[in-house]
């Protein structure tokens, strides 16, 4: 994945809470056995209203998405991040996340930004006054900052997390940090061999 430093686009506020992974990206999408063109399945069920908060011309393009609290819960579909991702966003700002979305947002490269519930709702005011204002999320600083009014909050990641993003690090790129470590032990270790254990007919000798 790319390396992730500093994020600068339009929020969406979807306002609500305790959205599943299901609600993200209905089951009937889970199929598909390409990774990309899930960006139409998100929020499908929602999206066939019109005055779906998506659907609203003033918020066409954002790149952040402001959720309520408990965002990600449910099953642990990694396709709820790809789908989000597939859309458009980069991050999402919500006062509490589920623990496994977030953990797969960590591997794919979106930006899980935990806020409280007051910064939450004040910037989806902020947003809905004025959904032109540019949200900048730093993820080397640890703020959310909204340079036109002047807003500006701090939030956590766990180092682990926050050093995955700004280096670009996936579970492979993780691995491949150790490629020399791997290869020495590959190249010192022989693989037990199964030779003699049974006979011809498949039998353990043995047992």
């Known amino acids: 994945m790319k390396p992730v430093h500093v994020l600068e686009g339009r929020a969406v506020p979807l306002e609500r809470s305790d959205v599943d992974t299901d609600q993200i990206i209905p089951s009937e999408w889970l199929k598909r056995v390409e990774r990309s063109g899930f960006g139409r399945g998100l929020f499908s069920e929602w999206r066939d209203d019109t005055t779906f908060v998506l659907n609203l011309p003033q918020y066409a393009g954002a790149t952040i998405l402001l959720a309520g609290p408990r965002f990600g819960t449910g099953s642990s ?5 790809w789908a989000l991702m597939d859309y458009g966003f980069q991050a999402v700002v919500a006062p509490s996340f589920g623990d496994i979305f977030r953990n797969n947002s960590s591997k794919q490269g ?60 996936d579970d492979i790129g993780l691995s491949l940090r150790r490629i020399e470590a791997i290869s020495n032990y ?22």
């Open 77 to 81: 579909r990694e396709h709820a991040v």
């Open 110 to 169: 979106l930006v899980t930004v935990e806020l409280s519930v007051t910064d939450v709702e004040e910037l989806n005011r902020l947003v809905k006054i004025d959904p032109s204002l540019l949200v900048v999320v730093d993820v080397e600083r640890l703020t959310v900052e909204v340079p036109g009014v002047g807003w500006q909050r701090t939030f956590s990641l766990d180092p682990m997390t926050r050093e995955r993003l700004l280096e670009g690090w």
């Open 186 to 207: 590959e190249a010192t270790h022989t693989t037990p061999s199964l030779e003699g254990v049974f006979d011809d007919q498949g039998h353990a000798r043995y047992a």
